[in-house]
């Protein structure tokens, strides 16, 4: 299951990598960069909290400036996607520690993120 949750607040957005366990250290699963935009910006790897912070804020990690000439106060910082497998995979992982079904989970995810990502588009407002 995939739950899309819209970040409009940096505060939060900053916030919620210390207080999820999606992107923090020593937690179950640590994030990656992956993706165009990821690699237009020179992110690869484990996310870091600077990049993360920066990204939130409208900046860029590598070279601290604004990534838009107008920033808003309010706007959208991001979406957060959650993906969830069912409980029958859950157990299923629990009872046999198969790593393939991790495996098959996490090339279901990467390929559904790259379909995702070539379909994104955005609004560009002239004056």
């Given at each position: 299951?995939?739950?899309?949750?819209?970040?409009?607040?940096?505060?939060n957005a900053q916030?919620?990598?210390?207080?999820?366990?999606?992107?923090a250290e020593g937690?179950?699963?640590?994030?990656?960069?992956?993706?165009?935009g990821a690699e237009?910006?020179?992110?690869?790897?484990?996310?870091?909290?600077?990049?993360?912070?920066?990204?939130?804020?409208?900046?860029?990690?590598?070279?601290?400036?604004?990534?838009?000439?107008?920033?808003?106060?309010?706007?959208?910082?991001?979406?957060?996607?959650?993906?969830?497998?069912?409980?029958?995979?859950?157990?299923?992982?629990?009872?046999?520690?198969?790593?393939?079904?991790?495996?098959?989970?996490?090339?279901?995810?990467?390929?559904?993120?790259?379909?995702?990502?070539?379909?994104?588009?955005?609004?560009?407002?002239?004056?």
């Amino acid at each position: 299951m995939l739950r899309i949750v819209q970040q409009t607040s940096a505060i939060n957005a900053q916030s919620y990598y210390t207080t999820a366990d999606y992107y923090a250290e020593g937690k179950e699963v640590i994030g990656q960069w992956r993706g165009k935009g990821a690699e237009r910006l020179g992110l690869t790897g484990e996310i870091q909290k600077k990049d993360w912070d920066a990204l939130c804020v409208n900046t860029d990690p590598s070279t601290g400036q604004s990534h838009t000439k107008y920033p808003r106060r309010e706007r959208r910082v991001g979406y957060d996607l959650n993906w969830h497998v069912p409980k029958s995979l859950s157990l299923l992982y629990a009872q046999t520690g198969d790593e393939r079904l991790i495996d098959a989970v996490r090339d279901a995810v990467r390929a559904t993120m790259a379909d995702i990502e070539s379909e994104v588009q955005t609004r560009v407002r002239k004056s």
